[in-house]
């Protein structure tokens, strides 16, 4: 008999564990899945989380415009440094990050 295959959204499998508050075996007890796989995806995630560096020009405030501008698909999170501060933000709070570099302008 065929073993049967199902499709394991590990994107949202990880985020989830990322919240999860109790121990990884009950986790993976849970969503049905073993510890090697968990641990396998979520290296492979973290490899597809690369740090990626996006310049963006500043003249003034009046010129900041992000709209309908997308730096990269892969990107989920904006990090900004500035001296030893880094500060992280979500790719998908265009009002958040727009609001912070007007402040550092």
Request: with cysteine; hydrophobic share 35%; glycine share 2%.
């Amino acid at each position: 008999m065929a073993k049967e295959t199902t499709k394991i959204n590990w994107q949202n499998i990880i985020s989830l564990y990322n919240s999860y508050e109790s121990k990884m075996a009950d986790f993976c007890q849970k969503h049905g899945i073993t510890r090697n796989q968990l641990y396998y995806h979520k290296k492979r995630q973290n490899r597809n989380d690369s740090i990626s560096f996006l310049p963006i020009k500043l003249n003034s405030k009046d010129s900041l415009d992000l709209s309908n501008k997308k730096a990269s698909t892969n990107t989920s999170i904006i990090k900004i440094s500035i001296g030893k501060a880094d500060i992280h933000i979500p790719a998908c709070e265009k009002v958040l990050l727009i609001d912070i570099l007007k402040e550092l302008l």
